[in-house]
């Protein structure tokens, strides 16, 4: 089993920054991939970001290019998203998720990939 709890949100201004943290424990050693997720009120979970904890290879959402940046502490099996010029669309509660079985690239954005998911934590972006 694996436990992923995340930290770092907030409520912050439009143009603000915020840094999540998950921190992964348990079962970490397969690691395959870790991502974020997001889910506003009434809308469906969409993707964020993801990592390829081996490679460090990242993606993204359109939405976030250039503005978000995802990372891996290996030591600490920790992965964080620094979040640039916020928007009040940003606002959401945000999920780190991790699998542990090797995903093909189109499925990195897709929540099935993903076997462990956080409670998820609050941002609160205002205009």
């Known amino acids: 089993q694996v436990q992923l709890v995340e930290s770092g949100g907030g409520l912050v201004q439009a143009g603000g920054s915020l840094r999540l943290s998950c921190a992964a424990s348990?079962?970490?050693?397969?690691?395959?991939?870790m991502g974020w997720f997001r889910q506003a009120p009434g809308k469906e979970r969409e993707f964020v970001a993801a990592?390829?904890?081996?490679?460090?290879?990242?993606y993204y959402a359109d939405s976030v290019k250039g503005r978000f940046s995802i990372s891996r502490d290996n030591a600490q099996n920790t992965v964080n998203l620094q979040m640039n010029n916020l928007k009040p669309e940003d606002t959401a509660v945000y999920s780190c998720?991790?699998?542990?079985?090797?995903?093909?690239?189109?499925?990195?954005?897709?929540?099935?990939?993903?076997?462990?998911w956080g409670q998820g934590t609050q941002v609160t972006v205002s205009s």
């Open positions: 348990g079962r970490t050693f397969s690691t395959y991939a």
């Open positions: 998720a991790l699998t542990g079985r090797i995903i093909g690239r189109t499925n990195y954005g897709t929540t099935r990939a993903y076997d462990y």
């Open positions: 990592i390829i904890w081996s490679l460090g290879s990242t």
